[in-house]
């Protein structure tokens, strides 16, 4: 059954208002990186994104119902591999900038059809291996000139957490695709935010720090911009379709160069500036392709 609502102006400018909420999820994580545990940061980005989630549930009358699952061990899995996902993904952006860890995320789209080929029996077509081909020479066109001598470790262990976090990512949604027959993308959305919080809570025997107000402040917002990014783009997939949207990852990219430019002073290295459009390129002909899937299956 097809539950989108044809509203494309909408379901367009919610992408675009979920493109600047996660940069500023991105760009409050990379401000605390250098004084806040990884862990601890995960977990006040979690905790506090369960907020604008439990409302968003709440005005559409599926909370607590939402909590009723079929599928806890598949929650489970989805929530571990999200949990790992976001683990990898801050420790990238700490060591990367924000426009740089943020078209890694890119990748997921891609390694989630090659998943669904190889987990879930889908066909290797033509769309897909030209999407993972644009991606290898986007990711090849980033990584390769850092890999020199001179160039910073930290920033090439940035580009391999990465590309794991985006691997990650790409497991958890293959799985999501597998719960979401019987689960509803509340409640996918809600176990998940349970998970990474009690992930992050874990790691408080490894030491946590006592946080200055502002720091605290930025971590709350990490959460309440990670949750309200996330329902902006639950409404946008509503509103309107995949191929509707997919123009805009490259609107959403432009947040976070802006946020490198004028909040840390870090310029765009040209292997970044070949790598974008080779990247989005083929992250949406991935989401396309996965559109056309589901469009056939529903016939």
């Not at 605390?32 to 905790?47: D, K, N």
Request: proline share 5%; hydrophobic share 60%.
């Amino acid at each position: 059954m097809n539950d989108v609502v044809d509203r494309p102006l909408a379901g367009i400018l919610l992408r675009l208002m979920s493109g600047i909420l996660f940069t500023g999820m991105m760009v409050c994580v990379k401000l605390v990186s250098t004084q806040v545990p990884l862990g601890q940061t995960i977990f006040f980005r979690s905790a506090f994104a369960l907020l604008p989630i439990l409302v968003f549930m709440l005005w559409r009358r599926e909370f607590p119902r939402v909590l009723v699952t079929r599928r806890p061990l598949g929650h489970l899995l989805r929530s571990g591999l999200g949990a790992a996902a976001m683990f990898a993904s801050f420790a990238a952006v700490a060591r990367l900038p924000v426009a740089e860890a943020t078209l890694l995320a890119q990748l997921a789209p891609v390694f989630t059809a090659i998943g669904g080929v190889l987990l879930l029996s889908e066909r290797f077509t033509l769309h897909r291996a030209l999407a993972f081909a644009l991606v290898l020479c986007g990711v090849a066109a980033l990584v390769v000139p850092d890999l020199g001598a001179g160039q910073p470790a930290g920033r090439v262990l940035g580009y391999g957490l990465g590309i794991l976090a985006a691997l990650l990512t790409a497991g958890a949604l293959v799985t999501v695709r597998r719960i979401s027959r019987t689960e509803s993308a509340a409640s996918i959305a809600f176990y998940f935010v349970l998970v990474t919080t009690l992930a992050g809570l874990a790691t408080l025997p490894l030491g946590w720090v006592a946080v200055s107000g502002t720091t605290l402040a930025l971590l709350i917002l990490a959460g309440l911009f990670g949750g309200a990014a996330h329902i902006c783009m639950t409404l946008a997939l509503r509103f309107t379709e995949v191929s509707r949207l997919a123009p805009f990852e490259y609107v959403a990219l432009v947040w976070p160069v802006l946020a490198d430019l004028l909040i840390f002073g870090l310029p765009l290295s040209s292997g970044f500036l070949v790598a974008l459009p080779l990247v989005l390129g083929g992250a949406a002909l991935a989401a396309l392709e996965g559109h056309r899937v589901r469009r056939l299956l529903r016939r």
